[in-house]
């Protein structure tokens, strides 16, 4: 199985950036745009793109387009 096939928004448009909180298919889309994980051990980079990215990259990729901060 490849990270395409295991990523539900592999050919998603951008998300509704309104919304106050990251959901499933923002997250995917983030994840899927080239982040800079800041962590080797990620989830994301050790099932090459298989799992959501829990070292912080996609929260910090939304609060930079979104202008809001996660509590």
Known sequence: M???ATC???DRSEPNW???FI???TG???AEQ???HTNRRCSYIQTWGGSLCDCGAIQREWE???GKRLQ
């Open 28 to 30: 995917w889309y983030l």
């Open 23 to 25: 959901d499933f298919p």
């Open 64 to 66: 930079r387009r979104t």
């Open 8 to 10: 539900p928004s592999a």
């Open 18 to 20: 309104q919304f106050d």
């Open 34 to 36: 080239g982040l800079l």
């Open 2 to 4: 490849t990270a395409t």
